[in-house]
């Protein structure tokens, strides 16, 4: 079968093909950069095309020359500080254009990137783990985004008996993640890279998941025909970023991490207390220990500047 992936070649989505291309799918990527991810190595199996998810004949002409069976869209802006009406073209239009063009090529199927910002900050449910049936508080441009995507997926599922799936996917981590919520990542990659970084709060808290894990959620719930729910957190590690600091120089001892003040920024943070049970529990995802991930992270920056890789200490 083929699976349609828009965004295919950005962060997500070039760890996200490989994973289904071992399943054996045939994958179309559509992306408005298709030179950011070379899949040459799998030959016919994965074809690359130039379109904006935000224009409708683009996407609808992928999807009828594709004929996909699936279709996951990893196209967004991640943060809110974007113009309105540009945010609203790819994460508003951009999505409702994958919906419509799904539904009018037959595909019944879709998945799609939600966010953990639909939530809002902590502080609307106290010292609690929240799951996917708890109100949605997320009240800034990206957040606001998020949620009416997930309505409109739900109208679509209603309206039309659609398959739509959202994955909210927590603080993604990655050693190439630049965009978005990255004050977790920079706070591994900069000192990895021997060079001294600097934030705002050291109780800022978070909660980071690797990309590799987000891919590979992604590639279960869409190859799943009818999962049990329109939406899955995937939770992940809660950490503050001073933990997080202490972690990275367990392996950097010399690491040159600072803040501006100690306390202050946990008030402030988004939702990282996350019940991810009901995707657990459905697709039997296992994230490995945090600490691995902050060392595999740190190796891969070092492998890339060409400096001694470290080990567990």
């Known amino acids: 079968m083929t699976t349609l992936v828009l965004g295919g070649t950005g962060f997500i989505g070039r760890r996200l093909v490989p994973l289904l291309a071992k399943r054996g799918e ?13 899949f040459a190595e799998y030959g016919k199996q994965v074809r690359v095309i130039r379109g904006d998810v935000s224009q409708f004949d683009d996407v609808m002409s992928a999807m009828a020359n594709a004929k996909p069976s699936r279709v996951i869209n990893l196209a967004y802006f991640l943060g809110s500080e974007h113009m309105p009406r540009v945010a609203f073209k790819l994460n508003i239009l951009g999505m409702d254009n994958c919906f419509e063009a799904a539904r009018l090529a037959g595909v019944n199927r879709v998945a799609y ?57 927590a603080n993604v981590t990655g050693p190439d993640k630049i965009v978005g919520s990255v004050d977790h990542v920079y706070c591994i990659t900069t000192p990895a890279r021997g060079k001294p970084v600097s934030f705002p709060y050291k109780d800022a808290m978070r909660c980071p998941i690797h990309v590799d894990e987000i891919a590979e959620i992604f590639a279960r719930v869409i190859m799943t025909d009818q999962p049990k729910h329109m939406a899955y957190n995937t939770g992940g590690q809660a950490i503050s970023l001073g933990e997080l600091a202490d972690l990275v120089r367990e392996f950097l001892p010399d690491a040159q991490i600072t803040f501006e003040k100690e306390t202050g920024g946990k008030e402030l943070s988004g939702n990282y207390l996350i019940d991810n049970t009901r995707l657990v529990q459905e697709f039997g995802v296992q994230y490995r220990p945090y600490r691995e991930r902050v060392l595999q992270i740190i190796n891969d ?3 890339e500047e060409g400096l001694p890789l470290v080990s567990d200490r």
Request: with cysteine; charged share 25%; hydrophobic share 35%.
């Open 26 to 38: 045939e994958i179309v990527c559509m992306d408005i950069n298709p030179q950011t991810a070379n």
């Open 301 to 303: 920056i070092r492998r």
């Open 113 to 169: 990137a939600s966010s953990l910002a639909v939530s809002g900050e902590q502080k609307f449910y106290g010292d609690r783990l929240v799951d996917e049936n708890d109100f949605r508080h997320g009240h800034v441009q990206y957040a606001m985004h998020k949620i009416f995507n997930e309505w409109q997926a739900q109208d679509y599922r209603e309206k039309h008996g659609m398959e739509i799936t959202a994955i909210r996917p």
